[in-house]
């Protein structure tokens, strides 16, 4: 499967991982009192956590931090839910933590195509989530997406109507590639804009900042480009200051503002005034939001556009989007 591919099965990620896991069972009895969940996971296995997170600020009582270390944080405890994520299953980081966490807690969940994790879950009787093969890690973001959301609605820790709209949200996204992620069309035009420039990408708050970093992500692995990303309205309080008209002379530069509806009006006004404040030094800024009747429809589509256009880019440049050969080089050197 090439990188295209991978990446227009994102709908159908989210459909077929969930027909997967519809008859997967848990234990309840064996999950009780949890009073956090950490899920841990490094790349494209941790940026799910983010997403989820996001999504369910205003749907759970408890906290869900996203853990991209080798060490535990002393506060993880026996009511500490933590979910281990690594679609290879031998991601050295993710390992490090499983080993601490069955110290800590018993209430532990594998997220894993294989590897370590899933012979070292089997063996621990830890309850192991099987992922589809076949993917980059970075491209089964929609199979780790509904991983997650199934996980905890069969947790009972949200009820079955966030899974409902998660999926309903899903159903629009072939109609989106259709009118706006094909060749020639708005994702191409985006990367055809920014092709040989410099790029910074910038997202707001409890909303389209996980998107942005994972933008810089997915330029780097598919379009194999530097870019930065920072969030409103911290960026306003020091990385406007350095837009230094000196140092960035006679370069192409162009800062990408993602943005959603339900950004806080506050928020908002700092996007208009910040954008115009550097266009004046001569800086491109491109605004890109999508449609939808919800938060989770618009950043869906949001994830969609922006891998999308970090392909295009990649093949522009004619560039093969799928291989990571330094990540691998520096996997084998540090092993």
Known sequence: MNMFEMIESFPNQIKDQYENLLDFQ???????NISNILIAGMGGSAISGDIISNFLKNNLSIPVIVLRDYSLPKWVDEKSLIILSSYSGNTEETLSIYD??????????????????????????????PMPLGFQPRAAIGSSLISLVMILQKLTLIDSSFVDLFLNASKELPFFFEDYCKEEQYAYQIAEQINNSMISIYGTQSSTDVISSRFRAQLA??????????????????????????????????????????????????????????????????????????SITRHLKLIFLTDMISYYLATINGIDPVPVNRILDLKEKMS
Do not use: A
Not at 231 to 252: R, S
């Open 221 to 294: 692995e598919n379009s194999k480009i530097i870019s930065s990303h920072h969030v409103l309205p911290e960026l306003d309080h020091n990385e406007i200051e350095g837009w230094n008209e000196d140092q960035f002379k006679d370069m192409k530069i162009n800062i990408i503002w993602l943005q959603d509806e339900d950004d806080h009006e506050r928020v908002k006004k700092r996007v208009e005034v910040t954008s115009e404040l550097l266009s004046k030094i001569g800086i491109n800024n491109i605004f890109i939001s999508c449609n939808g009747n919800n």
């Open 100 to 129: 601490q966490s069955k110290l800590c807690s018993s209430m532990l969940i594998s997220i894993t195509t294989g590897g370590i994790l899933k012979k070292n879950s089997k063996k621990d009787n830890v309850v192991c989530v």
């Open 26 to 32: 848990f234990d309840l009895s064996h999950y009780k």
